[in-house]
């Protein structure tokens, strides 16, 4: 009854019908009075006396020292089938070296194919976006820059920079030592791209 008492309690607390301290000064005297009541009686720990008798074990008449003739055949049925997927795992682990090799230069296309995007499409090349691009490119290796020299993108890149040699030409006939300079830069550019200006 306490315990209902105490759930009563509790939930017209949540629900806002008592007040804070209300609530905790019934709670205080609803635990006090379960507390004080008498604990039940202990229970009796002694074991019941056994009630059944005690056989002895029957012996089986089946011969268990050999298996069932049908379970022979289960256990060379899955060796054959583990066999033949080891063989069949093996077989084309060998072909997967080709893709590899694909897939490894094709992440390198990507990269160095990236790279141009992301230097082609600034606005100014500045000094530093120029360090960049030629730090990325000599990163790359010999048989990468091949590659890349003969992608359909390249020839975008070298187009880009015939275009933008031609506008800075343009302006340095005018005086322009920042133009001036900018030639010089993209001509190194050619140069080390191989790309004939």
């Known amino acids: 009854m306490g315990n209902e008492s105490l759930r009563q309690l509790a939930q017209d607390y949540a629900l806002g019908r008592i007040n804070k301290y209300d609530y905790r000064h019934k709670r205080h ?4 009075e379960i507390t004080a009541q008498p604990a039940p009686a202990e229970i009796s720990s002694s074991p019941a006396a056994v009630s059944s008798e005690v056989h002895e074990p029957v012996a089986s008449h089946s011969d268990y020292s050999k298996p069932p003739a049908a379970s ?7 060796a054959i ?37 992301d230097f082609i499409n600034q606005p100014e090349w500045t000094s530093e976006r120029v360090s960049e691009f030629v730090a990325g490119w000599q990163r790359l290796s010999e048989l990468e820059k091949q590659q890349a020299q003969q992608s ?19 302006l340095a006939k005018t005086g322009s030592e920042q133009a001036q300079l900018n030639v010089q830069t993209i001509k190194s550019l050619g140069r080390l791209l191989s790309v004939s200006l």
């Open 29 to 32: 005297q609803l635990i006090d």
């Open 72 to 78: 022979h055949r289960v256990i060379i049925a899955v």
């Open 81 to 117: 089938i583990a066999i033949a997927i080891i063989f069949v795992t093996m077989a084309t682990s060998g072909n997967n070296q080709e893709p590899d090799t694909l897939q490894s230069t094709n992440l390198t296309q990507d990269h160095a194919q990236q790279l141009a995007i």
């Open 152 to 170: 359909p993108w390249f020839k975008e890149l070298s187009d880009t920079l015939k275009d933008r040699l031609a506008q800075q030409q343009i």
